[in-house]
């Protein structure tokens, strides 16, 4: 049984992602570039960040962090793989085939950071967690099953899966390097300082492309910066909490509850109807997460 305060964090980070997801996909049907998106996502966040560590008179952590070579190491390699590669490639693929599609194919990542954190971690990659993963990922398939949009181009469709694909490739190798941070750091300096790193890696393109910003609209910006805030923020810093209390694998599986929250917050919301199919996902992403940590 892993650590519950870890589970739940982990739990919360997904909620959190789940509902970001909302407000990049409506914000990326009207502005098309997912690198300026990305920017976009990271003022609000970092602010509402640094406000929770001075609640918790943990700034200091950040400054004391920022002075380890081991932990930026992997922090710039971490930050690199899931915030620049992962993000891109993942809102990308919500762009081109919704996020019905493209958020379940980002998900898939889980059984990598399995073998990995067996691997490089030395973590415990027993059956229970191999098996729960799996029936987990069928569920997220499940919830996704039949929703293809159908005016999509197959080049476009096609260039959507793909970069799905790639999303969770980068989202594995992300998650075991973020493991490796916060080991060395606390959570929220992890969480504040990759936030520091991704502006700066973005800042340059944004900079390239700034007449293309003329083209964006006020909506989609607030829709932007508040999924930001939502997702990249408090969501970020709750899954790193739980990461480090849990270990990658487990922390990898409850993320894919995120899907289940999308449908769960379309219901309450939206006042969506959820299909026989997508009941069942549900059911097998909260048995195959409950198989994994317990």
């Known amino acids: 049984m892993v650590n519950t305060l870890g589970a739940i964090m982990a739990f919360l980070g997904a909620f959190c992602w789940a509902l970001a997801s909302i407000f990049y996909r409506k914000a ?19 602010t509402v960040l640094i406000l929770v560590a001075l609640l918790n008179h943990k700034l200091i952590h950040v400054i004391k962090t920022l002075r380890n070579p081991y932990f930026m190491l992997f922090l710039l390699l971490a930050t690199i793989l899931m915030n620049i590669f992962g993000d891109t490639l993942y809102l990308l693929a919500i762009r081109n085939v919704g996020v019905a599609i493209g958020f379940p194919l980002s998900t898939m990542y889980p059984l990598l950071v399995a073998i990995l954190a067996t691997v490089i971690l030395g973590e415990e990659c027993g059956i229970r967690l191999v098996l729960g993963t799996v029936i987990a990922i069928a569920g997220v398939w499940l919830l996704s099953k039949n929703k293809r949009d159908l005016n ?5 469709f096609l260039v959507g899966i793909m970069a799905g694909v790639g999303a969770a490739l980068s989202f594995s190798l992300g998650i075991i390097f973020f493991r490796i941070t916060v080991t060395e750091a606390d959570p929220i300096a992890t969480a504040i300082i990759k936030l520091i790193l991704l502006f700066i890696m973005l800042l340059p393109y944004v900079l ?3 007449d293309s910003i003329k083209n964006l609209d006020t909506k989609t910006a607030k829709l932007t910066i508040i999924g930001g805030a939502i997702g990249l923020g408090i969501g970020d810093w709750l899954f790193y909490i739980g990461l480090s209390k849990i270990g990658a ?7 894919v509850s995120s899907p289940m929250f999308s449908v769960l917050l379309a219901m309450s919301i939206l006042r969506e109807k959820v299909s026989i199919t997508q009941f069942v996902g549900v059911i097998m992403i909260v048995a195959g997460i409950l198989l994994s940590i317990y």
């Open 152 to 156: 999509t181009s197959t080049s476009r």
């Open 208 to 210: 390239f492309k700034h």
């Open 249 to 255: 694998g487990p922390a990898a599986t409850i993320a």
């Open 28 to 46: 990326l049907v009207k502005f098309a570039d997912p690198l300026i998106i990305s920017m976009l996502r990271i003022p609000l966040a970092i």
